[in-house]
């Protein structure tokens, strides 16, 4: 069975699988026409890139808990009529791979284009650390942007796109969310999500952007032993059923606004949008890099999108390195 075959029988199978019910092997072998032993080796394919499929011996099949996939249909009908291309992959190494690839190989791509995949196998944050990036369970998503003022206008950007998809949330779920500089969203101290900006281009030409955002929507538990740090996921906060077709169609238009409102005013209109959500606004923490470390009181961030650290009673501003909490203070 070459490849699109395969993808596309294990697409069937999860739909069969979707609703959280049992399924015996005969009768998912009998849908499908090929023998139970076949059936078997997919199951363990999907098991292996983080479906939470329960094998009972003897009776079949069935999800650890029901998952509504994504749906190309679905996702359009929640965009305005004027919303640029959504792209879905049912697998892929990365989102913001797969775009920059298509800027590589010379495609015309269409501003706040999207693509989005049920499952990466070499999904990335920052720093080139893995995202764990399990199948159906949570928001992977890239948007393409050119920014024609060049690189330098990119000056902020995560942070402003951390801030988007925050207030989108709020609003939606009516949740209170935390930022941690400089990409990442959090929620009751717990990790939500995290953002990976990409640029392409020249600092004084048109650039290219790539806007990836992971984001945890039902974290199966069988991937909880591959994530390093302590997170969460809307599904622990959020009551109702969430609507990933509806998130991808939000977020895409939240970010388009964005981006266009960004492009005339830069970071500054976003500066206090950001400190008021700030995690460890007023604590102690450290800034360190590959040759030095420095600690101080977190005072927010600056016009640029600069960590503000105040350092024996001096504010100093700092562009990068990867930030630690140490303690807190009055103030």
């Known amino acids: 069975m070459n490849k699109p075959q395969s993808l596309a029988l294990q697409r069937q199978l999860i739909q069969q699988l979707a ?29 292996q890139i983080g479906l939470d499929i329960y094998s009972i011996k003897g009776k079949g099949y069935r999800l650890a808990q029901p998952i509504t996939l994504l749906d190309i249909n679905q996702m359009k009908a929640h965009q305005p009529s004027f919303g640029a291309e959504i792209l879905l992959q049912h697998l892929t190494d990365s989102t913001n791979t797969q775009l920059l690839k298509k800027l590589q190989d010379g495609q015309n791509i269409q501003r706040g284009a999207v693509i989005v995949a049920e499952a990466q196998t070499a ?68 990790k ?8 392409a281009g ?11 955002l992971g984001l945890n929507v039902q974290m199966p538990s069988t991937a909880a032993s591959a994530i390093s740090q302590p997170f969460t996921d809307l599904a622990q906060h959020v009551s109702a059923p969430i609507d990933r077709n509806w998130l991808v169609a939000a977020l895409q238009q939240q970010l388009c606004d ?35 470390q420095h600690s101080g009181i977190c005072r927010g961030v600056d016009q640029q999108g600069a960590l503000l650290l105040e350092e024996n009673g001096v504010i100093r501003s700092y562009y990068g390195g990867e930030l630690s909490l140490r303690g807190k203070v009055n103030g």
């Not at 939500?192 to 640029?199: D, F, Q, Y």
């Not at 020249?202 to 990836?212: R, W």
């Open 19 to 47: 609703s959280g019910e049992l399924r015996s092997g005969e009768w998912l072998a009998e849908q499908a026409g090929i023998s139970r032993a076949a059936i078997a080796r997919h199951i363990d394919q999907l098991q």
């Open 123 to 190: 999904g990335r944050g920052r720093r080139g650390n893995t995202w764990v990036s399990p199948f159906g369970s949570n928001l992977y998503f890239s948007m393409y942007w050119p920014l024609e003022q060049g690189i330098q206008a990119a000056m902020g950007l995560s942070l402003v796109v951390a801030v988007a998809v925050a207030e989108l949330l709020e609003r939606r779920y009516q949740l209170p969310l935390q930022l941690k500089w400089p990409n990442d969203i959090y929620l009751a101290g717990q």
């Open 202 to 212: 020249q600092s004084h030409a048109q650039c290219d952007v790539v806007i990836g």
């Open 258 to 292: 964005l981006m266009q409102h960004f492009e005339q005013t830069g970071f500054s209109a976003y500066v206090p949008r950001f400190n008021q959500r700030d995690m460890w606004h007023g604590q102690i923490v450290t800034i360190s890099s590959a040759t030095t």
């Open 192 to 199: 939500l999500g995290g953002i990976l900006v990409e640029l």
